[in-house]
């Protein structure tokens, strides 16, 4: 029998998110994963700048940053000729609130092994092969058994495996949701000869459209360049009933009946999957001491980039609670706020991922998710009578206060509390206190940013219940 505080079960994004905030926290966790090793696939390669964000708080974003580049301008094809360019996102002007405002584009694959270091750098570690069989948990813990024959006795678990989740089954949460598509949806990486790397290639349907019989005509290719590698990321749809070839051959025969290129152009297939697209979101996210997130909870169209972006942010907001409760001594109702907060913004992200899905919606400001907050959670507490720009429970945007940048002062598992141009509270705050003039971007007052960097309470003075405020939510003793 293995103890730990919390078990992982998955090593996606989620899970490996989840992990390092939980290791740099001193919490005790282990991750889980069925598989024998990393996912192998680009599938989810964009990362929104709410994600960079929090990959910055992690001490991944310099690491990210130099594997990943950005998005290449779409180039229309059209029977061997480039006809236009279309740009696939809206331009978004960088600015000093918001550092990261354009999405940036790396593997999966990838995505997950810097992850995985840095998991590692802090100590914590991945157990491979070890699928989930059952569970039971009561009022103490979980007890999760493997198919290794081991049993994991944790305080908590998250689901953290995915759209067809052994543990939300488990504990017997339903998924409500639609399929988008009727037909499957290819998505693989492939070594390309015969295309520039500085364009996302665009093929439409060739005149006449329809299907050729094999499932080979009448949809749009795309075959998009994926940054840091020598792949190509090639995605396409199919009628209902088509029987998906996965093989060398059957992608050569796609490529070549739905753009100009020969078969032989495509000289390697490295991962391939076909799956039918579909929204669902999970009835619940907790199940007494068991939470879902990420696909385990939500799975979305991968139009407009939202599935993976919401996973990693669940992950940033159970991690927080999970070590407050866990180490800090704060009560465990906080870990109630979870599904109160990640569930309506799930919802909304699947909502935006199916517009732009069907064609309804641009990719642009919101799918960036940086207007994303939790203005109506049960941990908002906005007690001016007259707020600024910045309220409780928006994202506490960056910014420089008397030379200090911001992002630079959250980075870490702490709280921070901004006084900007009011008086700071004495030094038996504990938390990280950041003094300056009142800044255009937040107003005046004190502001209690949480540890995943949204605020938490704002006033015009400690008085007006920033004690009593940390007393329930917050920690216990310093930032170290």
């Known amino acids: 029998m293995n103890d730990t505080d919390v078990l992982i079960v998955g090593a996606g994004p989620t899970g490996l998110t989840l992990g390092i905030d939980l290791a740099r926290r001193g919490v005790p966790a282990q991750v889980v994963e069925r598989a024998d090793g990393l996912f192998p696939g680009s599938r989810g390669k964009g990362l929104q700048p709410r994600t960079m964000e929090i990959f910055d708080d992690l001490g991944v974003y310099d690491a990210i940053r130099a594997a990943g580049g950005t998005y290449p301008a779409g180039m229309i094809w059209q029977d061997g000729e480039r006809v236009g360019e279309h740009r696939m996102f809206d331009p978004v002007g960088a600015d000093e609130n918001s550092p990261y405002t354009e999405p940036c584009m790396i593997p999966q694959w990838r995505t997950q092994r810097i992850l995985l270091e840095r998991l590692e750098e802090l100590g914590g570690k991945v157990a491979f092969g070890r699928k989930v069989t059952g569970l039971t948990q009561d009022e103490e813990g979980v007890t999760a058994r493997l198919t290794s024959g081991d049993t994991v006795r944790a305080r908590y678990t998250v689901a953290a495996d995915g759209g067809r989740s052994t543990v939300r089954r488990a504990v017997g949460i339903a998924m409500t949701g639609e399929q988008l598509d009727p037909g499957p949806m290819l998505v693989a990486d492939v070594r390309i000869t015969g295309l520039d790397r500085d364009n996302w290639h665009i093929f439409p349907p060739r005149d006449g459209g329809g299907d050729d019989g094999d499932g080979a005509g009448g949809d749009i290719l795309a075959i998009c360049p994926l940054a840091g590698t020598e792949d190509f990321q090639l995605t396409t749809r199919f009628a209902h009933g088509t029987e998906v070839d996965l093989s060398l051959d059957g992608i050569r025969r796609v490529v070549a009946a739905r753009s100009h290129l020969a078969p032989d152009d495509v000289t390697e297939v490295r991962w391939a999957s076909d799956f039918r697209p579909r929204a669902a979101l999970a009835d619940r996210f907790r199940a007494g001491r068991v939470f879902l997130a990420g696909d385990a909870a939500h799975v979305h169209s991968p139009a407009g980039g939202q599935g993976l972006n919401t996973s990693v942010q669940d992950a940033h907001n159970l991690g927080w609670k999970l070590g407050a409760v866990l180490r800090d001594g704060a009560g465990a109702p906080l870990l109630d706020t979870y599904e109160e907060e990640r569930r309506p913004i799930a919802a909304q992200m699947l909502s935006l991922s199916t517009s732009v899905h069907r064609g309804e919606t641009r990719r642009g400001a919101a799918t960036r998710q940086l207007g994303l907050g939790y203005p109506a959670s049960s941990l908002t507490r906005e007690t001016r009578t007259a707020p600024g720009p910045l309220r409780?429970?928006?994202?506490?945007?960056?910014?420089?206060?008397?030379?200090?940048?911001?992002?630079?002062?959250?980075?870490?598992?702490?709280?921070?509390?901004?006084?900007?141009?009011v008086p700071a509270p004495g030094t038996e705050v504990p938390v990280r206190v950041v003094r300056g003039p009142a800044h255009q971007s937040y107003g005046t007052g004190l502001f209690l940013v949480r540890p995943d960097g949204y605020v938490g309470w704002a006033g015009d003075t400690a008085a007006a219940g920033l004690p009593e405020y940390l007393t329930r939510f917050g920690p216990r003793r310093p930032p170290a």
Do not use: E, I, S, Y
């Open 392 to 421: 409780a429970g928006d994202r506490a945007p960056d910014a420089t206060v008397d030379g200090v940048r911001l992002f630079d002062a959250f980075r870490g598992p702490h709280w921070t509390l901004l006084a900007l141009g």
